[in-house]
């Protein structure tokens, strides 16, 4: 294997996804018809009523069914995450918002940084029903030039794209050619096939939109082809039976890293996407930066791309493309993006280029060495 192809945000913005800045508003348009109301624990309901006094409380925003959402200023996804994360570290809380104490405000920090992963995950999901079709060109195009399978592709974004689009390569049993890097219950239920030897490794290394966590027995289970965290915040029975674990009958939890500084690696299952992302790296030789403008946030995975540059013999073997471009990017973003490149892993290694993710798409082997 010689070459990574690592998909950021961008590449999910190519088929319609939103970008951070408009998750909040995006989600709020698609429940504007839901009343305020209370509900109980399991009802969508719930979610709109919590995440409303959240912002009320926090940032002074008053969510209403006639306000017009594209005036409102609503904090970016990793500011509003950021708050609850940093003060779960620190054991702290804010006014009507408690982490442990006894009382009706207790615990409401976890509850609403659950409901804001939840409203993160409906804003992706119902933007990308209609999607451009561009991570299935990409594939189309690997494989048809061979390329595929000799390609590992790690991904920071939580839909399905990418997912959808390898595993309906292979006729037959779907998902037979793709391998995540861990181990669900599925393999033993058998509706997901164990990948082999010669599949294409997929590494989501912030978690997935159809990975679901039980507490209780430890396991992940996939939900193939279907968005399982939706299923959390909908009350639509058929739906919900896929978020019940099948061992013990428990409500299971997505496995979903947000884009913040306080990024929680705790849990076994991505610390060893990890490990493996990083091992993986090991055999590779270049990485195609697809929609990725590289982060101050994200200096875990700074941290991953730096171990497999430095750690080899010759770290100067190593070799970086960048797919970034996009309609309506100014000079100076240009200018910072490529700085930041350049800055951490060296000019003579980047090739930055003006080229977007749909021109990968397209012509995928051009770009590779």
């Known amino acids: 294997m010689k070459t990574a192809i690592f998909l950021g945000a961008g590449a999910s913005a190519a088929e319609g996804a939103p970008m951070q800045s408009n998750l909040f508003k995006d989600y709020f348009e698609s429940v504007r018809d839901q009343p305020l109301v209370d509900a109980p624990p399991n009802s969508p309901l719930r979610m709109k009523k919590e995440l409303s006094d959240f912002f009320e409380a926090m940032f002074s925003i008053r969510i209403s069914r006639k306000g017009n959402l594209s005036k409102i200023n609503f904090p970016t996804f990793e500011e509003a995450l950021g708050l609850l994360d940093l003060a779960e570290i620190r054991r702290e809380g804010f006014k009507d918002y408690d982490l442990e104490v006894f009382g009706p405000d207790g615990n409401r920090i976890r509850i609403v940084r659950q409901f804001m992963v939840l409203a993160m995950a409906k804003a992706i999901s119902d933007s990308l029903k209609k999607s451009k079709g561009v991570h299935r060109r990409l594939v189309r195009n690997l494989n048809q030039k061979r390329l595929l399978k000799d390609s590992l592709i790690i991904s920071t974004n939580y839909d399905i794209l990418i997912d959808n689009a390898v595993s309906s390569m292979v006729p037959g049993r779907p998902g037979i050619n793709l391998d995540y890097g861990v181990e669900f219950t599925n393999f033993v239920t058998r509706d997901w096939a164990r990948p082999g030897i010669d599949a294409v490794r997929l590494y989501k290394l912030h978690g997935s939109l159809n990975w679901l966590y039980c507490a209780i027995c430890n396991t992940v289970t996939l939900t193939p082809h279907v968005k399982g965290v939706i299923d959390l915040i909908t009350d639509v029975a058929t739906s919900r039976d896929r978020a019940?674990?099948?061992?013990?009958?428990?409500?299971?939890?997505?496995i979903i890293i947000p884009p913040t500084f306080y990024k929680d690696m705790s849990r076994v299952f991505l610390s060893l996407i990890w490990n493996k992302a990083?091992?993986?790296?090991?055999?590779?030789?270049?990485?195609?930066?697809?929609?990725?403008?590289?982060?101050?946030?994200?200096?875990?995975?700074?941290?991953?791309?730096?171990?497999?540059?430095?750690?080899?013999?010759?770290?100067?073997?190593?070799?970086?493309?960048?797919?970034?471009?996009?309609?309506?990017?100014?000079?100076?973003?240009?200018?910072?993006e490529r700085s930041r490149f350049y800055r951490f892993l060296g000019s003579k290694v980047v090739r930055y280029t003006n080229k977007s993710f749909e021109h990968f798409a397209e012509t995928p082997a051009d770009f590779y060495h």
């Open 278 to 336: 990083e091992n993986a790296l090991r055999d590779v030789n270049h990485i195609i930066f697809c929609g990725y403008s590289f982060p101050d946030a994200d200096l875990h995975l700074k941290y991953l791309i730096k171990r497999a540059q430095a750690n080899r013999r010759d770290p100067a073997s190593l070799t970086f493309t960048v797919l970034n471009h996009h309609a309506g990017k100014t000079a100076r973003q240009v200018r910072e």
């Open 244 to 254: 019940i674990c099948r061992v013990c009958g428990s409500i299971m939890t997505p």
